[in-house]
């Protein structure tokens, strides 16, 4: 599953045996060796899932970009410089990126999981508790 291949996962191989009992094993989306999950957000020209890498059990952040809308909206440039920047950059309050992997139509960003919702929310109770 190398270089961003999307493959769908079952049960481990011997795991289970014969046709009714594989029909009912849960089926896994992989995107290389990340395990991709429901999406935990989403804004106009990306969607983001939470995956789990299947080689540590570590979640991570996936955000999965399509190509098309990418060339269509003239946004490369933007995308290649905010991967280069995201490469680069390590400080404790900005989220850091794992790896980016590319399938035929979509681009995969892989990075840390931060939870606790979204970070305007927080701005705009803190400005509210604050009047």
Same mark, same amino acid.
């Given at each position: 599953?190398? &270089?961003?291949?999307?493959? +769908?996962?079952?049960?481990?191989?011997?795991?289970? =045996?014969? /046709?009714?009992?594989?029909?009912? #094993?849960?089926? !896994?989306?992989?995107?290389? =060796?990340?395990? %991709? &999950?429901?999406?935990?957000? +989403?804004? /106009?020209? #990306?969607?983001?899932?939470?995956? %789990? $890498?299947? $080689?540590?059990?570590?979640?991570? #952040?996936?955000?999965? @970009? $399509? !190509?098309?809308?990418?060339?269509?909206?003239?946004? @490369?440039?933007?995308? !290649? !410089?905010?991967?280069?920047?995201?490469?680069?950059?390590?400080?404790?309050?900005?989220?850091?990126?794992?790896? %980016?992997?590319?399938? +035929?139509?979509?681009?995969?960003?892989?990075?840390?999981?931060?939870? &606790?919702?979204?970070?305007? $929310?927080?701005? %705009?109770?803190? @400005?509210?508790?604050?009047?």
């Amino acid at each position: 599953a190398e &270089g961003g291949r999307v493959r +769908q996962r079952g049960a481990r191989p011997g795991a289970l =045996r014969g /046709s009714k009992q594989m029909a009912g #094993a849960a089926r !896994k989306k992989l995107v290389g =060796r990340y395990e %991709v &999950g429901r999406t935990i957000g +989403q804004g /106009s020209f #990306a969607k983001v899932k939470f995956a %789990v $890498d299947a $080689d540590t059990g570590a979640p991570v #952040a996936m955000k999965v @970009l $399509d !190509k098309a809308t990418i060339l269509n909206n003239r946004m @490369l440039q933007q995308i !290649k !410089k905010e991967i280069s920047i995201m490469k680069i950059v390590r400080h404790p309050n900005i989220i850091r990126l794992n790896e %980016v992997l590319a399938g +035929q139509t979509k681009i995969y960003i892989i990075m840390e999981l931060i939870t &606790g919702g979204e970070l305007f $929310d927080k701005i %705009v109770r803190n @400005l509210w508790s604050t009047c």
